[in-house]
């Protein structure tokens, strides 16, 4: 009887072994392949023309000047926001070619605050948005390899509830441990839009007052409200930041979708407030590109740059070589930005004539006309067609 016992407790024990082999297996087997999916992917060959070699290694030099460029996702799901990773690698050596330096963001913020000594030649600050992973993956070998700095803004909230789109709070981590990345904060909850009116239209929420959906029906949030809404969600990102990220200085913010209320509100008090408390609380505070400011609106900051907003040039599939040199030859050499949105004409072969810019959307216009004075909706005058 007791041999019989012993031999069933052995047979326990060998099954309860083999589950025990099986699980530790298949945990394994998912932590390899949870990084493999993490880790930053090799980057692919890219080449330039002989012509294009030419053109980029003769990039004008200049002083005075530090161009920004923002990416959000780099792959091949032909996205309006996304580049592909054979054309982000084109880009990286076009820049390396031309001499471009890509620095740190505390050498930026220390630039934009008139410190300008040990300024490289050719600087220029490349910015990621929304904390992605596919652009991380695709972005950290090449940058390496160049001897690149960049910059990722996320939100506090992504992490968590935007699981596989973003990176996690220990891969944000890893980057700001290394000599590439500093990790910034894009806002607290994440791109939301909020109901402004009755109908449930939909606006910015760092940029509308927000319609609050009652029993017994709704009504405005008052400006107070707003602000204490505002304030409240970008206090508790950086709380978030400074908690899971060792080493994270609020050095910087880059606005949702670039409109802090200057682009389209329901309030005209919100930009006035907006920018002015995110200026007291980073040291630089980033919009979207100066190419989508809506035509009219006295909130817009003027030109390319100001110590109170850095605009940054979008980079997507329709950003091909000869027009991302043509608008960086154009910011570097402060040509009007009208003639700007000539350069974007080299990249409507690859994308098309139209291109959306956030909420808005605007046309190249022809190369021989002049400032567009402000049609209707955001629009720009569309090229002729060729006859």
Same mark, same amino acid.
């Given at each position: ?69 923002? /990416?959000?996702? &780099? *792959?091949?799901? %032909? ?7 054979? !054309?982000?690698?084109? =880009?990286?050596? @076009? ?97 939301? /839009?909020?109901? &402004? *009116?009755?109908? %449930? ?7 509308? !007052?927000?319609?609050? =959906?009652?029993? @017994? ?171």
């Amino acid at each position: 009887m007791a041999r019989r016992a012993g031999s069933t407790f052995g047979r326990l024990l060998l099954n309860w072994g083999v589950l025990f082999a099986v699980v530790a297996t298949l945990l394994l087997a998912r932590q390899h392949a949870n990084a493999v999916n993490q880790a930053p992917l090799a980057a692919p060959q890219a080449r330039l023309t002989t012509a294009a070699t030419q053109e980029w290694a003769h990039f004008p030099s200049y002083n005075g000047s530090v161009p920004v460029l923002v /990416y959000h996702g &780099i *792959n091949d799901s %032909g996205k309006n926001y996304a580049v592909t990773p054979q !054309l982000f690698a084109a =880009q990286m050596l @076009a820049l390396k070619t031309a001499g471009f330096h890509a620095i740190t963001l505390a050498q930026y913020a220390a630039w934009v605050h008139g410190d300008r000594s040990g300024m490289p030649p050719k600087p220029i600050l490349l910015t990621f948005d929304d904390g992605r992973r596919d652009a991380y993956r695709a972005a950290n070998d090449l940058l390496a390899k160049y001897g690149f700095h960049a910059t990722m803004f996320t939100f506090a909230a992504w992490p968590k509830t935007n699981p596989g789109f973003s990176l996690t709070w220990n891969e944000l981590q890893r980057m700001q441990r290394s000599s590439i990345w500093s990790v910034q904060e894009h806002g607290g909850r994440g791109h939301e /839009y909020v109901p &402004i *009116n009755a109908a %449930g239209e939909k606006g910015g929420d760092y940029a509308d !007052l927000r319609y609050v =959906q009652k029993p @017994a029906g709704g009504r405005m949030e008052t400006f107070a409200e707003f602000q204490k809404r505002f304030t409240t969600d970008v206090i508790w990102g950086m709380n978030q930041f400074s908690e899971h990220v060792p080493g994270y200085q609020p050095i910087a913010f880059a606005v949702p979708y670039g409109d802090y209320g200057q682009m389209h509100t329901n309030d005209p008090q919100i930009a006035g407030y907006t920018l002015p408390w995110l200026d007291s609380h980073f040291s630089v505070v980033f919009g979207g590109d100066y190419l989508n400011k809506v035509p009219g609106q006295r909130a817009e900051i003027p030109g390319r740059f100001s110590p109170k907003f850095s605009y940054r040039m979008t980079m997507r599939e329709a950003m091909t070589l000869p027009a991302l040199y043509c608008r960086l030859r154009d910011w570097v050499t402060n040509a009007p930005i009208y003639r700007e949105y000539q350069c974007m004409h080299l990249g409507a072969a690859a994308y098309g004539p139209v291109m959306s810019q956030g909420r808005g959307q605007y046309i190249w216009h022809p190369p021989e006309t002049k400032p567009p004075k402000g049609p209707k909706g955001h629009g720009y005058a569309a090229p002729p067609t060729a006859t």
